[in-house]
Every structure is written in structure tokens, then in C-alpha cells.
């Protein structure tokens, strides 16, 4: 019976031993962390002249953003909204390293492409 357990057990432990770490294993889930984020994309240029470009509150989607795996790095998503009466006006959507490095940005295809990528394109 215990051969059997093993036999069973055994490729299930081998899967966890191989596979990737997502990113709540590896990077800091704490609100704290996401504000930190938040504050890197708020320092962009393009975001305060955007912000300043209209009188709606900014909001962030602090509810649906979280840590992404990409390429072997862990990400915030940050998305960006005007928020207007009537509804949430989404502005970028943005990833941004735990560990400084370069933010990406998604594009029109909803590709994520570096900083200057985005800006070259606008």
C-alpha cells in the first residue's frame, strides 16, 4: 500500500520540484508594495500630463490588479482610470518590476512593450 502511495505521490512532487514560482511566492504581496508601484507610474510625465488634462478623479484597479509572472520577472499591473460619473475610463495598463527596472506598458494590441517602445509610438 505504501509502494502504491509513493508510485501515486511521486510525480506530483516532481511537477512541484520543476516547475517556475509564480510570483506570490517570490515577490512581495503586501499593499504596500502595490503602492510603491503606483507611485512609479504616477511620476511618469506622461501621467501627469494626462491627469492634468481632464478634471475626473484618477483611479487605479487596485481591486483587479496583481503580481504577473512575465519572462521570468515579477510584476505589478497597474491599470489607470479616469474615474467619470457614468463610468471608469481605462488610460494604460502598466507593469511595473518589485525591483526597480523598466516598466512596460501595453500597447494597442495589448502587448506589453518597454517605456520608450510606447512613447516612441505615441
Known sequence: MLKAAVFLLLPSLTTLAWSKPDCSSIASNSPPAYMEATRRVESLPEFKRWAASHSFPVAFGAPVDKQVLLRGTCYWSVSVYADRPERFEAWN??????????????????????????????
Do not use: C, H, I, M
Open 93 to 122: 495598463f502598466f507593469l511595473v518590476p518589485r525591483r526597480g527596472g523598466q516598466l512596460l506598458v501595453a500597447d494597442a494590441d495589448g502587448e506589453y512593450v518597454s517605456l520608450n517602445t510606447w512613447r516612441k509610438a505615441r
